[in-house]
């Protein structure tokens, strides 16, 4: 598993690319952009806020979507066709191992077909360092997938894609912050293909407008769950 690490011989990139830095709340050197490492891959940050929201909620909607019309409640321009989960979800209560295929937008890139494996988040975090941020309320959930687009994404022996997804949502006073992190065109150096800048711009405005989109949404979904009604907030 290959880990966003910091390099001794690389110390401009820390903050840009390695995981263990987003489970910090200071800011980063990059929180919003794009960037290359050595390989040719490229790096695609993105910051949003999300108003009314918590961690937990995020961490719902992930056991709960499975429909092309839950992904339009997501995304209703770039979000066209939820093509099913693997038979490792399990409503309502996992999402880790399991496979989502689907076909969205990137900004104005025309619609792709994408594949989503998710992972534990210990995996490409340090554990240690991610129990700890848990614990002193500097991180309310992370989500860690393995991703790949195209009609014909290559696939390990275990089912994941080439490139890679993190998201880390921090609790505030307004609701959360999300920091997001997507390393695509990993295997560029094989390959010799390395995706066009235009591709992480139009990741970016897909990132922050799908969370910005979801965020509207999501606080009332959650606790439309009757799983959650003891945590609905009286507003009169």
Not at 1 to 21: E, L, Y
Request: charged content about 20%; hydrophobic content about 40%; some cysteine.
């Amino acid at each position: 598993m290959t880990h966003f690490s910091p390099t001794p011989s690389d110390p401009a990139r820390a903050g840009i690319a390695f995981a263990d830095d987003l489970l910090r709340p200071a800011p980063l050197r990059l929180e919003a952009g794009i960037s290359r490492l050595d390989s040719g891959a490229l790096v695609v940050a993105m910051r949003t806020d999300l108003h009314g929201c918590k961690g937990r909620m995020l961490e719902w909607w992930f056991k709960q979507f499975d429909t092309t019309e839950h992904l339009k409640w997501w995304h209703p321009i770039d979000h066209l066709e939820h093509r099913g989960w693997d038979r490792h979800w399990q409503k309502g209560r996992s999402y880790i191992g399991a496979t989502i295929r689907a076909v969205e937008s990137l900004g104005d890139i025309p619609p792709v077909a994408a594949v989503i494996k998710f992972h534990d988040p210990e995996e490409v975090f340090a554990p240690a360092l991610y129990r700890q941020a848990v614990a002193d309320g500097h991180v309310s959930a992370a989500v860690y997938a393995r991703i790949g687009f195209g009609d014909d994404v290559p696939l390990t022996e275990s089912g994941d894609p080439a490139d890679q997804m993190v998201h880390v949502v921090r609790d505030t006073s307004y609701g959360a912050v999300l920091r997001s992190r997507f390393i695509l065109g990993q295997t560029a150096a094989e390959t010799g293909h390395t995706l066009p800048d235009a591709i992480g711009f139009g990741l970016m405005q897909h990132c922050y407008a799908e969370f910005t989109y979801l965020s509207k949404v999501l606080p009332s979904l959650y606790w439309a769950d009757p799983a959650n009604r003891a945590d609905v907030p009286v507003l009169w």
